[in-house]
């Protein structure tokens, strides 16, 4: 835990999250963003920045921009600029960013979370702003070269601000969890962290505990997974109060991540940054957004994932744990929903099923939820099953395995492989006599009062059947049948 | 002026369609006439005479089978700032020698589908910075009235070449007075469109918000056929609209019986040359023996405009010239260093002074701590400008001044100070800035150089310009005459 948390300090921190919003297309050309193509071979005229051509805005990335931004209950611009962001790099192509500067397309939105022991907390988000990525400057392909890939540049991201609201790493990876949660819930941004789709940049200070003033700030840039994000802050914090404490004072700065070393360094200071001379793109016209596709996105919004996470818990009775883990991905969610639908009250089944057998099998698999080889509807008909007492909850998973593995609907393999429980007292009254005539040794210990044995006898009886007795009526038939004479 | 006047564009197009003369033959003439008068003129950058003869042979079919385009077989320039695919497009910049577009300008796709045939592309002033066409990387344009001058600029190759009589038309573009200015100084007619009227997609970008693709011809009936062609809504251009495009061939017809025209006070400014004044106040005298009804009119702000364009135009043009980097396509320097030397070296080598002079005062004026001062303020001037516009037509239908303070200007008269040149945009910049359209027609001549009207319009009445330029036409000579000089023998 940060040194932070019971010092004299407190830490302030503010996010900066790079949302790459999926459309198919680039955010002002025609060219793919499909990832992982071979170099420069989804680069457009347009993103090549050839003399003469010129962006025009993408009504899908508008649309999704609109989308989380109301899911973020942020104010939706009906107006937006897009303005230029002018800097010379290799793999900025035009020597200009369109980005959004005075006037992005979300203000004021919230975005609550919740750390591990429960506790809530709301980060106000300052803005969210449309704007183009830039490509990869490709180092080590060449000899005494640096290669550039246009196939990034100009795809569609929004950028996130939180405002410096966050207090502790914990905070800071809790908040991005529940921001990426929500992205990949609305089908803003499929969250591929690996792939740069949800990038984070920190900017972390510290000032003494009570102090209203923010002290100076460093930022961290890029880092692409939520653990080095954490000990990214934690280490900043506390290198923050470590320096301060000396007497030193903080340069603003922006630092990267060592991921081998654990630490920060320093990659430019404030004395090098960039005057980005940022005024209103004059090729776009300023952006409208029709009240009909903010009331279309505002229908269309589902139950957002902490909702249904608190429905879980209060209205199913679930735990917190299990609430989280099927609210993690909307997909799975509604197959959660879904099979629940037909088996109303009782959602601890349910979600035990989902999160057992039909986790295991996808993960075995490595299949999406979308991809199961078990519907919802077919997963509801097998515990159908279970509790009207056709099957046994163990007999079940083999039930289960078998329609994974495409032999048919629940009632099909249960018929197939004979796998239904035996409910018949006069199949199970023989199974039990016969038990008992077998074994007096041990009949005769449980009726001089040794209860341990029962269930040892039990399992006789259940073998008997080729475990298909339905169990409860095979103990109360066991314990009738065991009763010394009225 | 002995030589004969020339041919209407409707008339060459007539005899095309006559087989009167086969559009190879036609574009042959040009051709041959293009390649003689380059020694003298220098007012092409590129000549294409294969591509020339594949489109007129396309034409030549198209015209044989009835499916031919309006200006099937016509020859006609570019401005060398259209990008056309396979054809080297230039923006007279070193920093484009040689740059081969992989598509073309949806002013090149427009007139290729009419089945004009572009015999080359014309010399202008690099990256359209300029009013002399002297700041060429491929040298200056000579005015085919007197070649100690200047033809204007920037579109000046496209106006010399008009004006010389080796092709009707020519393509040009405005973005303080490029297409409006060298019109005046050569005698021709030139329309600047109303801004977002005709697409800029693939017209090589200068400054974005005052851009607009242009056309230089010999008559206002001649600008009438040519941008019926061009415009139109792209929507490859989000600044182009999209609304119907009016009969400008057909509205030519109207007249100017009637009509209001604001002859403006701030148009004959001190600047203005008596002799250009008199003349411009002839061809309104002729306008309004036609039925225009004269009356005075004050446009207060744009003694600002010079000084609102000159930081406007400028800020763009030092985003808009930031891709030439030396890293994907165009000059790059030889042996660089590093990223700082490759970029410093190639837009050095690349770029001419006046273009650096541009990108350097663009870059100030953006920059943090100046940028209220001078760009947030040139936009409210801008703003006051579109105002003081929008206050004269509530009153008038158009109105008219001197294109140019003067008749064309000595070759090398420019060179001490730009800013003295700057100031001659007076009565061209503001109709940019106010994104109106504008027209320059021939009004007589001072000294044997000819002297230029400038006609501005309300947006999107371009066919109330082009009928009042065709009624001063109609009651005037001055756009029938000829250079006395054969350019091409």
């Given at each position: 835990?940060?040194?932070?948390?019971?010092?004299?300090?407190?830490a302030v921190i503010g996010l900066e999250v790079h949302v790459q919003l999926a459309t198919r297309s680039k955010l002002f050309s025609g060219a793919s963003t499909a990832y992982g193509a071979e170099p420069n071979t989804q680069a457009s005229a347009i993103d090549v920045a050839l003399p003469g051509t010129l962006p025009v805005p993408n009504a899908e990335a508008v649309r999704l921009a609109v989308r989380l931004g109301l899911a973020i209950e942020g104010s939706i611009a009906r107006q937006s600029v897009f303005a230029r962001k002018n800097y010379f790099y290799p793999d900025s192509p035009k020597g200009y960013q369109i980005s959004q500067f005075e006037q992005p397309i979300v203000a004021d939105g919230r975005l609550a979370a919740t750390l591990g022991d429960g506790r809530e907390f709301v980060v106000p988000i300052l803005r969210a702003h449309l704007e183009e990525d830039a490509g990869k400057s490709v180092h080590d392909a060449f000899h005494a070269a640096t290669g550039i890939d246009l196939n990034r540049a100009g795809t569609p991201l929004l950028e996130v601000v939180t405002t410096p609201a966050l207090?502790?790493?914990?905070?800071?990876?809790?908040?991005l969890h529940e921001l990426h949660r929500l992205v990949r819930w609305l089908g803003v941004c499929d969250g591929n962290l690996q792939e740069g789709s949800f990038r984070c940049d920190a900017n972390v200070s510290v000032r003494p505990r009570g102090a209203t003033a923010l002290g100076t700030r460093t930022e961290i840039k890029n880092v692409n997974s939520f653990r080095f994000v954490e000990k990214?802050?934690?280490?900043?914090?506390?290198?923050?109060?470590?320096?301060?404490?000396?007497?030193?004072?903080?340069?603003?700065?922006?630092?990267?991540?060592?991921?081998?070393?654990?630490?920060?360094?320093?990659?430019?200071?404030?004395?090098?940054?960039?005057d980005?001379?940022?005024?209103?793109?004059?090729?776009?016209?300023?952006?409208?957004?029709?009240?009909?596709?903010?009331?279309?996105?505002r229908l269309a919004l589902p139950e957002l994932p902490r909702a249904r996470h608190r429905r879980y818990v209060a209205a199913l009775g679930l735990s917190d744990y299990d609430a989280g883990l099927l609210t993690q991905e909307r997909a799975l969610s509604d197959y959660f929903e879904a099979v629940l639908a037909r088996l109303p009250g009782d959602a601890k089944l349910v979600a035990n099923w989902i999160q057992g057998e039909l986790a295991a099998a996808l993960n075995a698999d490595q299949r999406s939820v979308a991809a199961t080889r078990v519907s919802a509807t077919a997963l509801a008909d097998l515990l159908a099953r279970i509790k009207d007492g056709?099957?046994?909850?163990?007999?079940?998973?083999?039930v289960f395995a078998a329609m994974w593995a495409g032999e048919g609907g629940a009632d099909a393999v249960i018929a197939a492989?004979?796998?239904?429980?035996?409910?018949?007292?006069?199949?199970?009254?023989?199974?039990?006599?016969?038990?008992?005539?077998?074994?007096?040794?041990?009949?005769?210990?449980?009726?001089?009062?040794?209860?341990?044995?029962?269930g040892w006898l039990v399992g006789q009886a259940m073998q008997a059947t080729r475990g298909k007795a339905n169990p409860q009526r095979l103990n109360e038939l066991l314990r009738l049948r065991l009763l010394p004479p009225l | 002026m002995t030589a004969p006047p020339p041919v209407a564009l409707a008339a060459l197009a007539r005899g095309l369609a006559e087989r009167s003369y086969a559009a190879g033959s036609l574009v042959e003439l040009a051709l041959e006439r293009a390649a003689r008068a380059q020694s003298g003129l220098n007012a092409l950058i590129t000549l294409a005479p294969e591509r020339a003869r594949v489109d007129a042979r396309r034409a030549h079919q198209h015209l044989a089978s009835g499916t031919a385009g309006p200006l099937a077989g016509i020859p006609f320039a570019h401005k060398d700032l259209f990008c056309t695919r396979g054809l080297a497009t230039s923006c007279g910049?070193?920093?484009?020698?040689?740059?081969?577009?992989?598509?073309?300008?949806?002013?090149v796709e427009r007139l290729d589908g009419a089945g004009a045939v572009c015999i080359g592309k014309a010399n202008m002033d690099e990256f359209a910075m300029g009013s002399s066409n002297e700041h060429s990387h491929y040298g200056p344009v000579r005015n085919p009235w007197d070649p100690g001058r200047v033809p204007g600029g920037s579109s000046g190759g496209s106006a010399a070449l008009v004006a010389a009589g080796v092709v009707p038309f020519a393509t040009g573009s405005d973005t303080g007075g490029s297409v409006r200015q060298p019109a005046a100084f050569c005698g021709i007619t030139g329309i600047k469109p109303t801004y977002g009227r005709v697409s800029r997609w693939g017209m090589v970008a200068f400054a974005s918000s005052l851009d607009q693709a242009g056309v230089l011809a010999r008559s206002a009936a001649d600008c009438a056929l040519v941008l019926s062609v061009l415009a139109g809504h792209d929507p490859r251009d989000a600044t182009s609209v999209d609304r119907p495009v009016d009969d400008y061939v057909g509205a030519l017809a109207e007249g100017v019986a009637g009509r209001r025209i604001g002859v403006v006070r701030q148009y004959f400014g001190a600047g203005v040359d008596a002799g250009v004044a008199t003349a411009v106040r002839g061809a309104l005298a002729v306008l309004e023996r036609a039925g225009a009804r004269l009356v005075d009119v004050d446009l207060p702000s744009l003694e600002e405009s010079i000084a609102a364009y000159y930081v406007i135009a400028p800020a763009e043009a030092s985003s808009n010239l930031a891709r030439y980097d030396g890293v994907r396509y165009g000059h790059r320097c030889a042996d660089p260093r590093d990223l700082a030397d490759l970029y410093s070296r190639s837009r050095a080598e690349g770029f001419g002074p006046e273009v650096q002079r541009r990108i350097l005062v663009g870059t100030y004026v953006l920059s943090a701590g100046y940028y209220d001062a001078y760009y947030g303020r040139a936009q409210r001037v801008r703003r006051l400008i579109a105002q003081d516009f929008a206050r004269a037509f509530a009153e008038v239908d158009l109105l008219a001044g001197p294109t140019a303070p003067t008749t064309a200007l000595p070759l090398g008269s420019s060179d001490a100070d730009p800013a003295a040149l700057y100031a001659a945009d007076v009565n061209t910049v503001a109709v940019n800035l106010a994104g109106l359209p504008g027209i320059s027609v021939p009004a007589g001549f001072v000294g044997g150089l000819p002297v230029g009207l400038q006609l501005v319009a309300p947006a999107f009445a371009e066919s109330r310009l082009l009928a009042a330029g065709h009624a001063l036409q109609q009651g005037s000579d001055w756009h029938r005459a000829t250079p006395a000089a054969h350019w091409y023998g």
């Open positions: 835990m940060s040194a932070a948390m019971d010092s004299a300090w407190e207090h502790s790493a914990a905070e800071a990876v809790a908040w990214a802050i934690e280490y900043e914090i506390e290198r923050h109060i470590r320096e301060r404490e000396a007497g030193r004072a903080i340069v603003q700065e922006t630092r990267l991540y060592d991921e081998a070393q654990h630490r920060t360094l320093p990659m430019r200071s404030k004395e090098d940054a960039h980005y001379r940022y005024f209103p793109d004059p090729d776009l016209p300023p952006l409208p957004v029709a009240e009909a596709l903010v009331e279309s996105e056709t099957v046994s909850g163990k007999l079940a998973k083999d492989r004979g796998l239904a429980q035996v409910s018949d007292d006069s199949v199970l009254v023989a199974a039990i006599d016969a038990v008992i005539t077998a074994h007096p040794a041990q009949v005769g210990q449980f009726r001089a009062g040794d209860d341990k044995v029962f | 910049s070193r920093m484009l020698h040689g740059f081969v577009p992989p598509y073309d300008a949806t002013v």
